[in-house]
């Protein structure tokens, strides 16, 4: 039997606007460590698929994903988060989450710098589909990118 190299406990958080990268970055991760993913974007998903309103599922996807991720972080496991996080409830989430748990927190802000390779991926993804449903147009993240800081406090 081969033997797996197991991660400590780790909250590992990837953040980023749609079309950065963060979410085939988690998966890389998520094969590499072998740690489940907690993706805001199928979590959603399903919820459009079992009826609720497409307005009501931003902050319950992310609360699906900080239970289940506090659920394995309470077993001792670590976690990948894949969310946008354009907001500070959810980076606060993710930090008090850690700190319950004392484990590891690492952060990582995934943006694409080059913005027409960036306009490019959002625009031949399917939009305004992916594979778990609608991504927010262009224009949408062209006014949502600002410089920020992913999870630190402001």
Not at 29 to 36: E, F, H, I, K, T
Not at 123 to 142: D, L, M, Q, V, Y
Request: net charge positive; charged share 25%.
């Amino acid at each position: 039997m081969t033997e797996i190299t197991k991660i400590s406990p780790t909250l590992i958080v990837l953040s980023g606007l749609p079309g950065s990268g963060k979410s085939v970055l988690a998966e890389s991760l998520s094969r590499a460590l072998a740690v489940p993913i907690f993706s805001i974007d199928p979590i959603e998903a399903a919820m459009w698929r079992a009826g609720l309103d497409k307005t009501e599922t931003g902050v319950a996807a992310y609360e699906v994903a900080r239970a289940l991720a506090d659920e394995h972080l309470r077993l001792r496991h670590a976690v990948i988060v894949d969310a946008v996080n354009p907001v500070e409830a959810p980076r606060a989430a993710w930090r008090n989450l850690a700190a319950k748990h004392r484990v590891s927190l690492k952060i990582i802000e995934c943006v694409c710098s080059d913005e027409t390779m960036h306009r490019q991926r959002i625009e031949s993804s399917g939009a305004p589909n992916t594979k778990h449903g609608p991504i927010p147009g262009w224009s949408w993240i062209r006014r949502a990118h600002h410089p920020r800081s992913c999870l630190r406090k402001r």
